[in-house]
């Protein structure tokens, strides 16, 4: 009941900003891709292990990149008022066509919908990268983890990317270039400390070749 509350009050949040910032709630796509996040984000709160929902809510001793969640934060901000000011307000973007709109909401479906698949397949998806012993940290090769070696990141940056397209701002990406960046270094550095400390990880990386995309990274 908690993380639901919690995740409620995130989507208040989200609405609270978006619309300030475009200064009225007649916008049919805001409220779309709002309703499409926070169903999806409610729906898969079940499929996820209790423990690592305490995980993710307060990550045990030893983790690196901690910060990340924070330098993020600014960024996805960030991105939410400039979207809101485009749509809203200003109109920097011009009208972008509803079947271009439609297939970026698609697209931020499927890229949020891998990352709740890649939560739901690992319950070690701790937010800071950290050998899980306490919890009996194993090697993870099921689910969207048998394809790419980082699923969760690349639904986050697929998802970030196509929810500003959804929203009808591509002014509304550029404070995300540097948040894809970050989750690029992010995907390298945790691929070296796994390669490191993980028992079996490298073995696994022979197999699956592909960190974020495949044929590419």
Known sequence: MAMILRALMVEFLLAAILFASAGRIDLPWLWAVLALHATMLLAGIPFMDPDLRKERVRPGPGGRSRQVRWLALPMIL??????????????WSGPIPAVVQAVALAGYAAGMGLSLWAMAANRFFSPVVRIQAERGHRLVSSGPYARLRHPGYTGLIVGSLCGGVALGSWWSLVPLAPLVGMF???TAMEDRFLHEGLEGYAGYARRVRYRLMPGLW
């Open 78 to 91: 960030a991105h939410l008022v400039v979207a809101g000011l485009d749509v809203g307000r200003f109109g």
């Open 184 to 186: 690029l270094w992010r």
